[in-house]
């Protein structure tokens, strides 16, 4: 339909963050089946979750600053094919060393697949739009998340854990025919986008000679404040992501299918989240401006820290497990607001410096799963890796106070 051709890219990155997602959450549902097979202790796990990531902070300016450069359209096409073969090779690691250079090598094709869809939205969306666009975007990834224990959890008791990855690397070449058929880089070179949806799209955001990044100008404190922040972030949303299920098996001794069930409860919970904190940094937006409207962050953070504590220290596993679904929700409540801020300050250069943020988040993530695992070898504890979680998620909503979103990069 002409004039709304801008929601099917929506439903193309909404359907790409779900894929994105049950390719890393297949790992940590799919670990005590790995660690038994191949005999992997838990700090060797925690170097396994954490490879991918590093390796993705490494390769995400790159990865973000090339969508800048040559389009989001070639760039999302290369990574989503690179991740997919990498899936697949996951499935046939046969000792604890080719698992982690393949989850090594995923994580380096994946790095910029968040800041590549949030550089097309920044050409496809007005700024009035796009804290609701990114809340649907990560409320696909949240949801691919959720919904990932429950289908991997059947493939590998039907099939064993090394189909379920074989099987999710193919569906991403699918995701791949589709986009690089319809996608364009900008809007007005859609033969389904009428003028009068371009017109929409660039009304808040006039059309501009396309400024070429001084690299000097991600030296901002703000930028700085803006990626320390995102560091914390990241650093507690990887538990959900890798150690949550075996954290529900060893330490609150939850059946496997419990834990599926209760997985997906967080994410969905956390899905929820970050589509309810698109919409809300947006009206805020409007009624009270820029800067405040993206301080979501300031209050949600310590909330989901104080959550994280209180699960670490109940000793009822229901309430528990309540508690890590409310940490999570509420964590994600500022995700889209943390994206929102990055075409904020960076404009042209959005790819850049959502590139930017997102190797500050991975880095956090590559660290928290190693933390957890020496954490549990040395002190035999589950409890004290989360405490450190909650103290970080706080630090990250007193960080959210320093930034300044109508300063742009110079």
């Known amino acids: 339909m002409k004039g709304n051709v801008r929601f099917k890219l929506l439903r193309f990155i909404f359907a790409l963050s779900i894929v994105t997602y049950i390719d890393r959450v297949c790992i940590s549902t799919a670990a005590p089946d790995i660690r038994s097979e191949l005999g992997l202790s838990v700090e060797q796990m925690g170097w396994v979750f954490s490879a991918f990531t590093w390796a993705y902070a490494a390769f995400e300016i790159p990865s973000g600053w090339l969508g800048d450069v040559i389009g989001p359209k070639k760039v999302l096409t290369r990574i989503v094919l690179w991740w997919s073969a990498f899936t697949v090779a996951s499935g046939a690691a046969w000792n604890y060393l080719s698992l982690l ?11 910029g697949a968040f800041p590549n869809m949030s550089r097309s939205l920044a050409k496809w969306f007005p700024s009035r739009e796009r804290g609701t666009a990114h809340g649907v975007i990560f409320m696909g990834s949240r949801a691919g998340g959720a919904f990932t224990p429950l289908l991997v959890g059947y493939i590998i008791s039907s099939a064993g854990w090394r189909t379920a990855f074989w099987v999710f690397g193919f569906v991403g070449v699918i995701w791949c025919v589709f986009w690089s058929r319809w996608f364009r880089d900008d809007p007005a070179d859609h033969p389904d986008v009428s003028e009068r949806e371009v017109a929409f799209i660039r009304e808040s955001d006039p059309s501009h000679p396309q400024q070429k ?12 404040w803006i990626c320390l922040m995102y560091f914390c972030y990241g650093y507690s949303l990887y538990f959900y992501l890798t150690w949550l299920p075996t954290y529900l098996k060893d330490a609150r001794g939850f059946s496997t299918n419990e834990v599926n069930v209760i997985h997906t409860f967080v994410l969905l919970t956390a899905a929820a989240a970050t589509i309810l904190g698109g919409r809300l940094t947006d009206v805020l937006v409007r009624r009270y401006g820029l800067k405040r409207g993206r301080m979501m962050g300031a209050i949600t953070l310590p909330l989901s820290g104080l959550a994280l504590t209180g699960a670490a220290l109940s000793e009822n596993p229901v309430v528990s497990a309540v508690l890590l679904a409310v940490a999570a929700g509420a964590g994600d409540l500022c995700l889209s607001t943390c994206w929102a801020i990055c075409h904020d300050v960076g404009g042209d250069a959005a790819g850049t410096v959502t590139g930017c943020m997102n190797t500050f988040g ?49």
């Open 101 to 111: 250079v393949t989850r090594f090598l995923f994580g380096a094709g994946e790095a």
């Open 213 to 224: 990044l001084r690299w000097r100008s991600l030296l901002s404190v703000n930028l700085l």
């Open 362 to 410: 991975n880095i956090g993530g590559a660290l928290s799963p190693l933390v957890v695992g020496y954490a549990v070898k040395w002190w035999s504890s589950w409890a004290i890796p989360l405490v450190i979680a909650s103290v970080v998620s706080v630090i990250g909503g007193l960080l959210t106070l320093l930034i300044d979103t109508r300063r742009k990069l110079a």
